[in-house]
């Protein structure tokens, strides 16, 4: 049996002035700032770099520049997968807390001596302000660390039972063959997380990081290895998307995927897995987390000041860069002027600008191709009969890609900000009439494809599992009376269904479950020697 030990959240440092965890991630910020880097791949443990190099720039100050990262061709890819499973033949025979020793070691690394180099790595490269990465890159990413060594350890100790004379014991394997893991740009944990809880079961790893994120992957990928991580057991790459999913997925030992994007990009992945089925020593597993278009639901006797705080937040912290943002809310006619009275109060007093000033609640969207998608919506509701703007809609790419948050109030509950995802700073409104409570609910199910997150904000308990009954497959994850983001690990398993995912739920056992390939072993102490049964006797 192995250790059991719970383990509790990281604490949630508050940067308030003139404390010292300000002074040193400020002093931090200016140094990283300062210089500029070249960030290798690494495959193998060793530094790869290549002639090929791509500028890194802040978002909120896109003139400047970072460094550069080299960016790897289709040979990088296939020397990382023949690094993971040369990796394998140890790796996976290591104990569970041999493997786990190095995980919980990173996780202290990253609570001390690099918190304030991974939380501004983040807020550079990401434009991330200091709340929302130390609750990403700092809190959440140690969380993952120490939390899934003890979901581990749970799953280890789920054995079979044995009775006299037997022993029947589960073996957790790790799946036989490696690891993609191709990681996303808004989330550091999520970047972190996702080849590590593979790898934690055994597994080795490929890890391919969005492009705008690799600034602090170098970071995580630096932690890893001082914390003892051995020698090709994560692979860091920085490859073009589709040439590296050519080479992963037509090769034989591929045997899983761990991703969170875009559906569209996973819808593609899953179709291609299952058109080269042939290929493959295994049925891979693939564990996605996609999309969302996630709702807020207002009943006519909610607390409309609590509501407001929700839809703030929910649709506008890290400037709606999170799957699981408020970006399209439903509010009885009868609050709705004392909730946009609310709302335009708090959005007056939200400042938009660089992560460097502390109390900027806003900074910039993730890159160009963002800003200009997220400005086409906005465009095109000024010019819609059926919306109209009540705050924001204003923007500016001059110095950094900043987009004030903005409302749209729209009389088609199927307007196109209300069921396609925006992934900016842009919350829906439709105002429905209290007496089509009923009619509202099917909306809510049925406008969007997605299933990721959504709330509820009712004072009384009937009202409120009436919207659970009704909206049973509409959320992975489900909030009353709070805003639908804000997932902690083993607090909120994070996961949806539908077009959001395979709901696989992250920060829990149940993700872990789908990195190992478990084995029965029976031993018998006391084995037959006689192939006769005592019914196929003719006498005593």
Known sequence: MTNTRAMTNENVLQYAPGSKERIHLQETLQTLKASEVLVSMIINGKEVFTDKRIRISPPHEHKHTLGY???????????????????????????????AAIFLKAADLLAGAYRAEINAATMLGQSKNVYQAEIDSACELIDFLRLNVQFAREIENIQPYSPEGIKNQMVYRPLEGFVFALTPFNFTAIAGNLPSAPALMGNTIVWKPAYTQIYSARIIMKVLMEAGLPD???????????LTGDIIFQHRKFAGLHFTGSTAVFKHITKTVYQNIDLYQNFPRIVGETGGKDFVLAHPDCDVKALAVALIRGAFEYQGQKCSAASRAYIPASIWQSLQEKMLHMIA????????????????????????????????????????????????DSV?????????????????????????????IYVYEDKDWNHVLTLVDTSTGYALTGSIFARQAIHIEEVRRALYYSAGNFYINDKPTGAIVNQQPFGGARLSGTNDKAG?????????????????????HDFMYDCMKLSE
Request: hydrophobic share 40%; with cysteine; net charge negative.
């Open 69 to 99: 990262f080299c960016e790897g061709t289709g040979t990088h890819v296939t020397q990382a997968i023949t690094a993971a499973l040369h990796a394998k033949q140890s790796w996976c025979h290591k104990t569970l807390e041999e493997r």
């Open 232 to 242: 090709g057991v994560i692979n860091l790459i920085y490859t073009d998307g589709p």
């Open 349 to 396: 007093a939200i400042k938009v600008g660089t992560v460097e000033d502390f109390s900027n609640f806003i900074n910039a969207v993730i890159d160009k191709k963002a800003f200009d998608k997220i400005v086409s919506y906005i465009e095109a509701a000024k010019k819609s009969s059926e919306a109209s703007i009540v705050a924001g809609g204003t923007y500016d």
């Open 400 to 428: 950094g890609y900043f987009i004030q948050p903005t409302i749209i109030v729209t009389t088609n509950p199927e307007y196109q900000t209300m069921t396609e995802e925006i992934f900016g700073p842009v919350l829906t």
């Open 508 to 528: 829990s056992v149940l993700n872990l479950l789908r990195w190992v390939s478990p084995q029965v072993i029976k031993e018998n102490f006391a084995p037959p």
